[in-house]
């Protein structure tokens, strides 16, 4: 079965994902009164699990939200040593490499993982895993905050699959790897 | 007559406007047989005066093309003591802060400047002076560079106006900015 790493995030026109106070309301400041989805269904309909990083694993922990996730999800972290006890059904804590991190899960039958999380990004970008970037641009800049890329040792081309506009001011583009 | 102040320049997926060794051939490397314009003579029609700073003067400076501009030029600098004497017809030097300067060039009669090169785009947004983004995204991640927008003291916040595909590959966005 084909292995993919996808990305399907939201960024500001300058490339936040956070603002400068860690705040995620700038996401939603596009009145979205049917509360359409732009996309997140349909992507995590054709993804079998989720890998995120330690932060970003905690800070939807920290929503007042019920869980938000129906796929398996692996929280990429070496430093913690086990999940949070009401977190143990939900989650599965992954350790080591990359690359061991990724045989592990696919192992247990799962190939196409949303990867999620600003330094999970990176550091898979950064070791070329990523497969699929799905951008979502929200039309501001916030001028500080967390960066969704950084700081890479190789280029790396895209090619653009298509580019979709939601709610007249939200922007999407669709890129894939070319190998 | 309207004053505005618009961007217009390419980036990669990351937001470099030059990669790390200062190249820009990635500009150039989605194949344009037909040499498309993008939209850059719809846009300098539409403007009277190009300003930019003195990194991009000399940069463009030394490229082996003819002179590529048909607006006046406006260079700014608070160092640079006078142009190089070949291209004192061709552009002029501006000095002050960026309010002085703009008003400088308001009074010769240019209103809609085009703003180019990363260092004087990052002032006049951080002087909350610039009004219109078109920003023209290749698929590639350069992992390192120079970087279109740098931090900000305040958010700003834009509409999008519309967004055009070119060769498959390059999404170009149109913002403006609401206040």
């Given at each position: ?72 999800l692996?929280v ?9 006890e009401?977190?143990k ?6 350790k ?9 899960i ?9 990867i ?36 890479l ?27």
């Amino acid at each position: 079965m084909n292995k993919t790493n996808s990305v399907f995030i939201a960024t500001s026109i300058d490339g936040y994902i956070s603002d400068k106070n860690d705040e995620l309301d700038w996401l939603h400041y596009i009145p979205n009164p049917d509360s359409i989805d732009m996309g997140y269904g349909k992507f995590t309909n054709r993804i079998d699990a989720i890998v995120m990083g330690r932060t970003t694993f905690e800070t939807v922990c920290g929503f007042d939200i019920a869980w938000p996730y129906k796929k398996p999800l692996f929280v990429l972290s070496n430093t913690l040593l086990e999940l949070p006890e009401s977190y143990k059904t939900k989650a599965e804590l992954v350790k080591g490499s990359l690359t061991e991190i990724l045989e592990q899960i696919h192992k247990k039958g799962y190939h196409r993982l949303y990867i999620d999380g600003g330094t999970t990004i990176q550091s898979f970008l950064n070791e070329d895993l990523i497969d699929e970037l799905v951008i979502t641009t929200i039309p501001i800049l916030l001028g500080g905050g967390s960066r969704l890329f950084a700081e890479l040792t190789h280029e790396l081309k895209f090619e653009h699959v298509e580019s979709k506009e939601f709610l007249n001011d939200i922007v999407q583009s669709h890129y894939k790897r070319i190998r």
